[in-house]
């Protein structure tokens, strides 16, 4: 083993930790939930998950990829045009395109993948990407690897700033673009606000451009019926292209995917590198992400009650003294400055049987750092006012209110 390599990567590590930004795991020993057992902790509340509907331990849920792995075993042993492909595959690809409105769906196993899918696989030499400016990282790099395969140009726009977006899409670059590509999150993850998809619609629309939205964070989170950041805005169904993930609100496991027309999951299929040379997923996260659609669509009210818990805790957290960033979503920022202050709040929290992540440099801009509080509908109010009860405690030792 290269000695040399090993000190590198060593003197890097005790850099992040001299430096208060070393992230430690916590290891659980009970499904994820409102509430789990942390080792070592014992009983902790989750106020940091995906897991917006609490449907990650829903018995249904559950279920569902049980009786995927009784009946299709553990896995496809290759890529699914060389072995096959199960139904299973098929009858969730076809529940996620009538969940959130398109002709057609194709899964992959992240939605990592299936952004990179998209991108690398459908732009070309003399295309133009222009991409929100807070887009999520695997956006990004998806862009990046497309430019590196190909010659095509990129732009970014300032975060949701529809002047700019236009300027980009009026230049010359954009004007001589064989096909313009306009690339956004749904809910910006960091934020917790949402994309203005009504006017990117319309801007597209008027200079002929695609509107692709990773929709991982809207995904049976907005909307009555938890369809998703276009149910939200009014625009079901007008979206070109939506990627987004199973692996938050739809069941918490793993997997992503892309809608849209039959025509374009159907090239994906022909020529993306990541659903070529990658085996599907495996059929316990395909059922239990099927039951997840099903149980969402049977049940609107766990919607409605993710939504009711979400304008509760901003209210009361509010009246705490804290100024979290303004939205309609579960997620809810509350900006500290410093990574290692927030880093240092979240292990004060945990302490205290709350468990919520801070973030910092790089994931934000330098003196954004933030606790990132997620709003699940398996909270109670009392949870929720337990949550706001330890941030006062916490925030007032820390001199932050």
Known sequence: MNTNFITQLTGALDAFKREGVYKQLNYLETPQSAHVRMEGRGDVLILSSNNYLGLCDEPSVVRGGKDALDRFGAGTGSVRFICGTFTIHRDLERALARFVGTESSLS???????????????????DYVISDALNHASIIDSIRLAKAITKCTSAVYKHSDMDDLKAKLHSEAARGARRRIIWTDGVFSMEGDIARLPDLIELARA?????????????????????????????????????????????????????????????????????LFSNALPPTVAGSALAAVQFIEAHPERVATLHENARYFRGTITEAGFKPLAGDTPIVPIIVGETARAITMSEMMLKEGVFVTGFGYPVVPQGHARIRCQVSAGHTRDDLDFAVGVFKQVGKKLGII
């Open 108 to 126: 992959y196993v992240s939605a990592w993948n299936a952004n990179e899918g998209f991108t690398a696989t459908v732009v070309e030499e003399g």
């Open 207 to 275: 200079n002929d451009a695609i509107v692709v939205v990773d929709d991982s964070h809207g995904t049976g989170v907005l909307g009555a019926h938890g369809r998703g950041a276009a149910e939200h805005l009014g625009v079901l169904g007008d979206v070109d292209v939506i990627t987004s993930t199973l692996g938050k609100a739809i069941g918490g496991a793993a997997g992503g995917f892309t809608a849209s027309s039959a025509a374009l999951t159907d090239y994906l299929t022909q020529r993306s590198r990541p659903q």
